[in-house]
T-cell receptor, first 115, second 113 residues
């Protein structure tokens, strides 16, 4: 199994600023993903973080707003830029470890409140 | 486009009951199906993963079944406990490799002591 940690666990930010979330996996994984979960909703995929290249974004999400880095097989960052109250959500890092079953694991989430 | 539906959206049962959560998907060509648990304000915990070639998986009081041809999966929880209270999410992986999971909206379970 893979254990995923995220920093920060929560933050309160002012409108117009940016927040960078770090995701660390305790083992090398094939794929890393970033999700958003708005209050009372299910998960929405933001992007797939690709090692050493640009992330693959889902419809409705753009690199200028959600820049993502993945410099190696165990670490990724998501930045949420130019924050607005609508960005208040839980942001979840996820990783898929090829263990023969391709189980997907999730971090504990980062709870963001934008004032 | 694959869509995943979970019924019911919410469920409240007394402690000790056996219960079934349902998940359906529109495209039967899946690689695997995974059940997750999410506690309020927390991340997701993987409960069970069923490969497309499998019919069921068991872990403790949990049993997940898969009927690919009919596009259905069930999560059976035996002898429910208040600690089982959480949101249960079903997700399918459409194919191997780079494809992201497709999630249902979840079933919010409350087990009353």
């Amino acid at each position: 199994s893979a254990v995923i940690s995220q920093k920060p666990s929560r933050d309160i930010c002012q409108r117009g600023t940016s927040l960078t979330i770090q995701c660390q996996v305790d083992s090398q994984v094939t794929m890393m993903f970033w999700y958003r979960q708005q209050p009372g909703q299910s998960l929405t995929l933001i992007a797939t973080a690709n090692q050493g290249s640009e992330a693959t974004y889902e419809s409705g999400f753009v690199i200028d707003k959600f820049p993502i880095s993945r410099p190696n097989l165990t670490f990724s960052t998501l930045t949420v830029s130019n924050l607005s109250p609508e960005d208040s959500s839980i942001y979840l890092c996820s990783a898929r470890a090829f263990s023969g079953a391709e189980t997907q694991y999730f971090g504990p989430g980062t709870r963001l409140l934008v004032l | 486009k694959q869509e995943v539906t979970q019924i019911p959206a919410a469920l409240s049962v007394p402690e000790g009951e056996n219960l079934v959560l349902n998940c359906s998907f529109t495209d039967s060509a899946i690689y695997n199906l995974q059940w997750f648990r999410q506690d309020p304000g927390k991340g997701l915990t993987s409960l069970l993963l069923i490969q497309s070639s499998q019919r069921e998986q068991t872990s403790g009081r949990l049993n997940a079944s898969l009927d690919k041809s009919s596009g259905r999966s069930t999560l059976y929880i035996a002898a429910s406990q208040p600690g089982d209270s959480a949101t249960y999410l079903c997700a399918v992986q459409p194919s191997s490799g780079n494809t992201p999971l497709v999630f249902g909206k979840g079933t919010r379970l409350s087990v009353i002591a």
